[in-house]
């Protein structure tokens, strides 16, 4: 009996163990198994880069299922026949090619929410309910080189959504969570000369899952490279490197520079590195030597732990010593985004006679960081503004998998925009992007993948989590710390504010002090210390915003306005010195980014005001086989937010907007030539008696209120666009006089009360769609808004009807022309129409579409041409603001429904 109870039991301890073993991606304790410690990315070599390396990026045998439960268990194993399964290019994400339900969800996860449980029964209606945790099991073969039999190998993932085991020649290798984080294994006991089997298992969610609920697409998959590397048995496991001004903490103009190295090295079987060194050798761009030094390997590792040597560089009380290598390099070259000047750091493991053991390279650009007394953000002495965007790693066609090609042609467009700051949000991005902006010139935000905005702040606040928080803090800035463009650590995203941030930022400031610190959520009266600057969402200009149902003279604000601070009354407070910084302003859904010039008089008007990151670059919409942009919804995913996803400046295959080109314009204030119009001679012409032709068009006008509403229209509170249907805005013809003296006609429009915020006050005139042919005395060339108008100076400007019309996703208002005293439309046989001013420059749009037929569709393919050019002559236009996320319109570009509007234009046909 008593054996059989033992039995039992022991039979018992291993189920348990099995279960927990299957669940290590539902345990928040279970952050990695066997995975090495974080550190810099670089891969060593013998002679040349690449020389001891292996990409095992390529196709894979590859079988995906809905749920864990239903995947192979034992695939791993080696002879394992995978023959039948599916081929799978590695780095992919599954969902864009054909393997489960792309997600959107800006903010609330996709799962049932139970932490650290991922698999828990949601809502029926959920795409999790039948997709419950999407596994996908990977299988290859890779053949040893033969000079790797001596020595360690390592295999490195840059990226994997979101938790994975891996497995070689059927022996399991370790685990590892986090999809934004390098992970890297020694898998020397497991590899065998020649073939080998790799197997790897990948979970869409896991516990870590609930620290990634950032506002994108929920993906799944190995997204990003795939590497095996191969060292000697001594070998430089990690360095950081340092650029401090010679003499003194602060910076003075053509200073000399100290730069210094700390490396770490590990050893394996009898090595003890005695007798070896690590020699640095600085060179220049036409590969001239600045500076060199070396120190030994056997008193950098101390493996027997001497009293002297832990004193000097790990003592008892004070901060350890970084700088194991130290040189001075004269008056360098300075990095900043303007002059990203890199020199070459060349490390080199040498042996007691000189021979090269193992070599490693680094870009070095010398900059110093520090806040000044007035608050401000100073680069090597020199005050900056961040004129910033936020950026997701995305792709219409590949997700999240980023190529070369993309990520260069963003920097490029980011560049001629006049962009200097990228905040990488909301995780690290893949390595290579730090080495084109290093080397092309950007300031970056580094982020750790840290948001929790399904549950606010709960996690923060929990203990139980502080090894979750502090593993991708760390994992962040081991990886990333020897980036000259990256100038502030950032801990993560919408994830409330408790000890474990603190933690994070306390480990940060510790662990890098040439940086600084930030983390929008880290918020009070004052902000806590642990950020280094002030930082805000969305914040309000100091102007009056348009605030309807509000009685006029009220101190009372819409909740939609005030729910955001006015960032300048931040950096005018005198209980802070601070930088105050915007980390989301401008949210750049659809057509929008209005009053941009008023945020940017204010950034320019106060020292402690740094600037500010706008939301965001591209839009994340993915590109179907037909060439359709869909979003949130469009692939019966659910929870969803819908077209939420379409923020950018940019569109998700980086066409150029309007937006675009106002970011260009403001952030380039001076620097940037605006497009140059045509000559123009402004025609008097004199009034006329109307041709049978003009009235046959005359009888065509009919006023016109509505636009098609806009995504800041459609705003957090919906209150625009939802009062405009409410009260029939569509089909509403306001109440107008008209007169006519021969060709010149002046309509007087009253505004009835009770009538909503009104988008536009004019006429329409509908026209055959062979009036195609456009000119116009106003501004452009593209569309323009009352506050958004910089980019589009006044002029002379041709253009076709056909291309009036902006193509935003989700269709809305576009097309617009301010400050216009002239508006010609012609056929291709002559036929004309020609608008004036008569005193007061009017606005104008020409589009294929009438404003309720661009209301009535949900996507941009649906569009039709309806057979007629829809001519509006408006006397006044609602402004964009910024509602979509963040304030609403200025007062001073909304309409004024207290008076009376008149339009007065002279017609002819000539």
Request: with cysteine.
């Given at each position: 009996?008593?054996?059989?109870?033992?039995?039992?039991?022991?039979?018992?301890?291993?189920?348990?163990?099995?279960?927990?073993?299957?669940?290590?991606?539902?345990?928040?304790?279970?952050?990695?198994?066997?995975?090495?410690?974080?550190?810099?990315?670089?891969?060593?070599?013998?002679?040349?880069?690449?020389?001891?390396?292996?990409?095992?990026?390529?196709?894979?045998?590859?079988?995906?299922?809905?749920?864990?439960?239903?995947?192979?268990?034992?695939?791993?194993?080696?002879?394992?026949?995978?023959?039948?399964?599916?081929?799978?290019?590695?780095?992919?994400?599954?969902?864009?090619?054909?393997?489960?339900?792309?997600?959107?969800?800006?903010?609330?996860?996709?799962?049932?929410?139970?932490?650290?449980?991922?698999?828990?029964?949601?809502?029926?209606?959920?795409?999790?309910?039948?997709?419950?945790?999407?596994?996908?099991?990977?299988?290859?073969?890779?053949?040893?080189?033969?000079?790797?039999?001596?020595?360690?190998?390592?295999?490195?993932?840059?990226?994997?959504?979101?938790?994975?085991?891996?497995?070689?020649?059927?022996?399991?290798?370790?685990?590892?969570?986090?999809?934004?984080?390098?992970?890297?294994?020694?898998?020397?006991?497991?590899?065998?000369?020649?073939?080998?089997?790799?197997?790897?298992?990948?979970?869409?969610?896991?516990?870590?899952?609930?620290?990634?609920?950032?506002?994108?697409?929920?993906?799944?998959?190995?997204?990003?490279?795939?590497?095996?590397?191969?060292?000697?048995?001594?070998?430089?496991?990690?360095?950081?490197?340092?650029?401090?001004?010679?003499?003194?903490?602060?910076?003075?103009?053509?200073?000399?520079?100290?730069?210094?190295?700390?490396?770490?090295?590990?050893?394996?079987?009898?090595?003890?590195?005695?007798?070896?060194?690590?020699?640095?050798?600085?060179?220049?761009?036409?590969?001239?030597?600045?500076?060199?030094?070396?120190?030994?390997?056997?008193?950098?590792?101390?493996?027997?732990?001497?009293a002297a040597r832990m004193n000097l560089w790990y003592p008892q009380r004070g901060p350890r010593k970084f700088d194991r290598i130290a040189m001075t390099v004269k008056s360098p070259k300075e990095w900043t985004a303007e002059t990203p000047y890199l020199y070459t750091l060349t490390l080199q493991l040498r042996d007691s006679l000189g021979n090269i053991h193992e070599q490693a390279r680094q870009k070095v650009g010398f900059r110093h960081l520090r806040i000044n007394s007035d608050g401000e953000l100073l680069v090597n002495g020199k005050p900056i503004k961040i004129r910033g965007v936020n950026r997701h790693e995305h792709d219409p066609y590949t997700a999240r998998v980023m190529t070369e090609e993309r990520m260069l042609q963003d920097l490029r467009l980011m560049k001629e925009a006049h962009i200097n700051a990228v905040r990488l949000a909301h995780y690290p991005n893949c390595p290579r992007?730090?080495?084109?902006?290093?080397?092309?010139?950007?300031?970056?935000?580094?982020?750790?993948?840290?948001?929790?905005?399904?549950?606010?702040?709960?996690?923060?606040?929990?203990?139980?989590?502080?090894?979750?928080?502090?593993?991708?803090?760390?994992?962040?800035?081991?990886?990333?710390?020897?980036?000259?463009?990256?100038?502030?650590?950032?801990?993560?995203?919408?994830?409330?504010?408790?000890?474990?941030?603190?933690?994070?930022?306390?480990?940060?400031?510790?662990?890098?002090?040439?940086?600084?610190?930030?983390?929008?959520?880290?918020?009070?009266?004052?902000?806590?210390?642990?950020?280094?600057?002030?930082?805000?969402?969305?914040?309000?200009?100091?102007?009056?915003?348009?605030?309807?149902?509000?009685?006029?003279?009220?101190?009372?604000?819409?909740?939609?306005?005030?729910?955001?601070?006015?960032?300048?009354?931040?950096?005018?407070?005198?209980?802070?010195?601070?930088?105050?910084?915007?980390?989301?302003?401008?949210?750049?859904?659809?057509?929008?980014?209005?009053?941009?010039?008023?945020?940017?008089?204010?950034?320019?008007?106060?020292?402690?005001?740094?600037?500010?990151?706008?939301?965001?670059?591209?839009?994340?919409?993915?590109?179907?086989?037909?060439?359709?942009?869909?979003?949130?919804?469009?692939?019966?995913?659910?929870?969803?937010?819908?077209?939420?996803?379409?923020?950018?400046?940019?569109?998700?295959?980086?066409?150029?907007?309007?937006?675009?080109?106002?970011?260009?314009?403001?952030?380039?204030?001076?620097?940037?030539?605006?497009?140059?119009?045509?000559?123009?001679?402004?025609?008097?012409?004199?009034?006329?008696?109307?041709?049978?032709?003009?009235?046959?068009?005359?009888?065509?006008?009919?006023?016109?209120?509505?636009?098609?509403?806009?995504?800041?229209?459609?705003?957090?509170?919906?209150?625009?666009?939802?009062?405009?249907?409410?009260?029939?805005?569509?089909?509403?013809?306001?109440?107008?006089?008209?007169?006519?003296?021969?060709?010149?006609?002046?309509?007087?429009?009253?505004?009835?009360?009770?009538?909503?915020?009104?988008?536009?006050?004019?006429?329409?005139?509908?026209?055959?769609?062979?009036?195609?042919?456009?000119?116009?005395?106003?501004?452009?060339?593209?569309?323009?808004?009352?506050?958004?108008?910089?980019?589009?100076?006044?002029?002379?400007?041709?253009?076709?009807?056909?291309?009036?019309?902006?193509?935003?996703?989700?269709?809305?208002?576009?097309?617009?022309?301010?400050?216009?005293?002239?508006?010609?439309?012609?056929?291709?046989?002559?036929?004309?129409?020609?608008?004036?001013?008569?005193?007061?420059?009017?606005?104008?749009?020409?589009?294929?579409?009438?404003?309720?037929?661009?209301?009535?569709?949900?996507?941009?393919?649906?569009?039709?041409?309806?057979?007629?050019?829809?001519?509006?002559?408006?006397?006044?236009?609602?402004?964009?603001?910024?509602?979509?996320?963040?304030?609403?319109?200025?007062?001073?570009?909304?309409?004024?429904?207290?008076?009376?509007?008149?339009?007065?234009?002279?017609?002819?046909?000539?």
């Amino acid at each position: 009996m008593k054996k059989s109870i033992i039995a039992l039991t022991c039979l018992l301890a291993t189920a348990l163990t099995i279960s927990a073993q299957d669940r290590d991606w539902e345990n928040n304790h279970v952050l990695q198994i066997n995975r090495e410690p974080a550190r810099a990315c670089f891969i060593p070599y013998a002679q040349q880069k690449g020389d001891r390396q292996m990409s095992l990026n390529g196709i894979w045998k590859f079988r995906w299922t809905k749920t864990p439960d239903e995947r192979i268990k034992d695939f791993w194993r080696t002879g394992y026949d995978c023959s039948s399964w599916d081929n799978l290019t590695v780095p992919a994400n599954w969902e864009v090619n054909g393997y489960g339900t792309p997600i959107y969800a800006s903010a609330g996860y996709t799962f049932k929410i139970d932490p650290p449980y991922v698999t828990k029964e949601p809502k029926k209606t959920y795409t999790a309910y039948e997709e419950r945790n999407p596994t996908g099991q990977y299988k290859r073969t890779f053949t040893l080189p033969d000079d790797w039999k001596k020595g360690q190998t390592f295999l490195r993932f840059e990226g994997v959504m979101s938790a994975f085991y891996v497995w070689l020649n059927g022996r399991q290798v370790g685990y590892s969570q986090g999809s934004m984080e390098s992970s890297e294994f020694n898998v020397t006991e497991y590899i065998l000369p020649g073939k080998n089997d790799i197997a790897i298992e990948v979970y869409k969610y896991s516990d870590g899952s609930y620290l990634e609920d950032q506002d994108f697409w929920r993906f799944g998959g190995i997204h990003r490279d795939v590497t095996l590397y191969h060292t000697p048995d001594i070998r430089l496991r990690d360095f950081a490197i340092r650029t401090i001004p010679a003499g003194c903490s602060d910076y003075s103009e053509h200073s000399d520079y100290i730069l210094q190295l700390n490396p770490q090295f590990s050893v394996y079987g009898h090595e003890t590195g005695k007798g070896c060194s690590l020699v640095a050798i600085l060179t220049d761009h036409e590969g001239q030597m600045i500076a060199r030094d070396s120190t030994s390997v056997e008193e950098v590792l101390d493996l027997d732990h001497k009293a002297a040597r832990m004193n000097l560089w790990y003592p008892q009380r004070g901060p350890r010593k970084f700088d194991r290598i130290a040189m001075t390099v004269k008056s360098p070259k300075e990095w900043t985004a303007e002059t990203p000047y890199l020199y070459t750091l060349t490390l080199q493991l040498r042996d007691s006679l000189g021979n090269i053991h193992e070599q490693a390279r680094q870009k070095v650009g010398f900059r110093h960081l520090r806040i000044n007394s007035d608050g401000e953000l100073l680069v090597n002495g020199k005050p900056i503004k961040i004129r910033g965007v936020n950026r997701h790693e995305h792709d219409p066609y590949t997700a999240r998998v980023m190529t070369e090609e993309r990520m260069l042609q963003d920097l490029r467009l980011m560049k001629e925009a006049h962009i200097n700051a990228v905040r990488l949000a909301h995780y690290p991005n893949c390595p290579r992007w730090y080495e084109l902006c290093d080397s092309i010139g950007m300031y970056l935000m580094d982020e750790a993948d840290c948001e929790t905005h399904g549950l606010r702040g709960t996690l923060t606040s929990t203990s139980d989590w502080n090894d979750a928080f502090m593993d991708r803090c760390i994992r962040m800035a081991e990886r990333d710390k020897n980036h000259p463009s990256i100038i502030f650590w950032s801990l993560g995203n919408e994830s409330g504010y408790g000890p474990n941030h603190a933690a994070m930022a306390g480990w940060l400031h510790e662990f890098d002090p040439t940086r600084f610190v930030h983390y929008e959520g880290a918020q009070g009266d004052p902000d806590p210390k642990t950020v280094d600057v002030i930082s805000r969402f969305y914040p309000r200009v100091k102007q009056e915003y348009l605030n309807p149902g509000i009685p006029d003279g009220s101190d009372e604000e819409r909740a939609e306005n005030a729910r955001w601070e006015r960032l300048l009354e931040i950096a005018e407070r005198t209980n802070d010195t601070r930088p105050v910084l915007t980390s989301e302003y401008a949210h750049c859904m659809g057509n929008a980014l209005g009053n941009l010039k008023e945020y940017w008089d204010e950034i320019r008007s106060n020292k402690r005001m740094l600037g500010g990151f706008i939301w965001d670059w591209a839009d994340q919409g993915l590109i179907d086989k037909d060439g359709h942009v869909l979003y949130g919804g469009d692939f019966g995913d659910q929870p969803n937010l819908k077209a939420f996803c379409l923020n950018g400046i940019v569109m998700s295959d980086r066409t150029l907007t309007p937006k675009y080109y106002e970011v260009q314009a403001i952030y380039g204030q001076g620097k940037h030539p605006l497009p140059q119009p045509l000559p123009y001679k402004p025609k008097k012409s004199k009034s006329k008696p109307l041709t049978p032709d003009l009235i046959q068009l005359v009888s065509n006008i009919r006023t016109q209120v509505f636009r098609a509403p806009t995504d800041n229209d459609k705003s957090f509170g919906n209150w625009l666009a939802k009062d405009w249907k409410n009260c029939g805005l569509d089909t509403l013809y306001l109440p107008v006089t008209t007169e006519q003296h021969d060709n010149e006609l002046t309509f007087t429009f009253d505004i009835p009360e009770g009538l909503p915020e009104l988008p536009r006050i004019g006429i329409v005139i509908e026209l055959p769609r062979d009036y195609d042919l456009l000119t116009w005395y106003g501004r452009g060339p593209w569309d323009n808004y009352p506050d958004r108008k910089q980019s589009c100076p006044i002029g002379l400007w041709k253009s076709k009807v056909s291309e009036q019309y902006v193509h935003y996703p989700r269709p809305q208002d576009s097309g617009n022309h301010e400050d216009c005293t002239m508006v010609e439309l012609k056929t291709k046989k002559g036929k004309t129409l020609r608008i004036e001013a008569v005193d007061q420059p009017f606005s104008f749009s020409a589009l294929p579409y009438s404003a309720q037929y661009i209301a009535s569709k949900t996507h941009d393919y649906e569009l039709e041409d309806q057979g007629h050019t829809y001519l509006s002559i408006d006397c006044a236009v609602l402004g964009l603001g910024n509602s979509s996320c963040g304030p609403g319109v200025l007062k001073k570009y909304a309409i004024d429904k207290t008076k009376s509007h008149t339009l007065r234009i002279r017609l002819s046909d000539k």
